[in-house]
């Protein structure tokens, strides 16, 4: 389908590999499902020049007569060894990992595709999210064709694999700029197959323009998977992302699934600056209290002082409630009385009824005699009443 271009490719691995954590974060997720590593340091740091061809195979004639070249062989070998590491341990040696890595690449174009098909069947997902990446940019810096690339990867028997593989593809087309992602898409029969290319494209693109990622997103993904994909997006979004203006998209836009994924915007703008973000979900009258409630907790562990001074400031309403409850039981598993003192300025009599007797549970733990004063005087001022 025309899909032979191979221009453009040394910005190809920072492309892929600032996308890919997109698959790699979200840790996101069901590892039973989704392949979940950290790309290490040495793959980040590392320059990807398209390696010159090797002309210093020697002939290797392993058990069954079958004649490799000693880098195969030897890729095969590291292979097998980082295989029962991660089984045994969870990880491989750093060495292997390194030695791997000066094997592919001196592996020719077919060695690469037979090491990226043994690995594409194993049912170790550590193993293939440490390596995948590293080996796929390699495969896609040689004289592989792009279109190759993709009908190989498509006859992928390992469902989960070809995915993740695809995800890959996905978002090294940023740099195979001729390649449209749609085109690429539609090789595919499988809804699955589509889905990884468009959503490892939207991966690299996320970070330029976190808007037109997540149109684009929306635009051209099931409805049925909206959702997820879109939660995919927004746990990777940068620090430098205008949080109110994806916010306000989301909780504007007629497209499913996407006011849901409000929850994991803020979670992720939390991350980096929980004070903004809670400032602005108690201001925008669209957020529900538990969303609020949710993304205080970071603020709470984070900086407790700044929180209640912020809750000492807000006007009495159910946001400022459920502000005050989310700091009460969060300090409570410390066993300070101060949440207990900030628990009886809730409003919502059911909501500081259930908070105070959150923070009692805690509190006795670890000085019941005076958590047991405080409620027995909570109690009496409530019969006084």
């Given at each position: ?336 009385e101060e949440a207990w ?12 009824l259930k908070t105070l ?29």
């Open positions: 389908m025309g899909l032979k271009m191979k221009t453009n490719l040394l910005p190809l691995a920072l492309v892929m590999l600032a996308g890919i954590l997109l698959l790699l974060r979200a840790g996101k997720r069901d590892e039973s499902k989704t392949y979940s590593s950290t790309v290490p340091n040495e793959v980040q740091r590392r320059s990807f020049v398209r390696p010159e061809p090797s002309t210093d195979y020697r002939p290797h004639t392993p058990a069954g007569n079958k004649v490799l070249s000693d880098y195969l062989a030897t890729a095969q070998e590291i292979l097998a060894r980082m295989r029962a590491d991660v089984s045994k341990s969870g990880s491989p040696s750093r060495e292997d990992y390194k030695s791997l890595l000066r094997i592919i690449a001196k592996l020719s174009d077919s060695e690469l595709r037979e090491v990226a098909e043994e690995l594409a069947a194993s049912e170790n997902s550590r193993l293939v999210g440490i390596i995948a990446p590293s080996l796929l940019n390699r495969i896609f810096l040689s004289d592989i064709e792009t279109s190759d690339i993709c009908d190989w990867i498509g006859g992928l028997k390992n469902a989960t694999a070809r995915n993740y593989f695809l995800q890959i593809t996905g978002a090294a087309l940023p740099a195979l700029r001729a390649i449209d992602p749609h085109q690429l898409a539609e090789r595919f029969e499988e809804p699955d197959d589509r889905k990884s290319i468009l959503e490892g494209y939207v991966s690299s693109i996320v970070k330029e323009s976190p808007l037109r990622a997540l149109r684009f997103l929306l635009s051209n993904i099931p409805s049925d998977s909206n959702q997820d994909s879109i939660g995919k997006i927004l746990v990777i979004l940068p620090e430098k992302t205008d949080f109110p203006e994806v916010i306000r998209f989301l909780l504007e836009s007629d497209y499913s699934g996407a006011k849901e994924s409000t929850a994991d915007a803020l979670k992720t703008w939390a991350r980096y600056d929980p004070k903004s973000a809670c400032e602005f979900a108690f201001a925008e009258t669209r957020i529900s209290n538990g969303y609020l409630r949710m993304i205080a907790d970071s603020w709470v562990h984070s900086n407790p002082r700044d929180f209640l001074a912020w809750i000492q400031n807000l006007p009495a309403g159910d946001k400022r409630d459920e502000a005050a409850a989310s700091f009460s039981i969060a300090r409570g598993e410390m066993g300070s003192q900030v628990a009886t300025t809730i409003d919502d009599p059911d909501l500081r007797e959150a923070v009692y549970g805690q509190w006795k733990r670890h000085a019941e005699t005076r958590a047991n004063h405080a409620m027995q005087t909570f109690i009496k001022a409530q019969d006084a009443r």
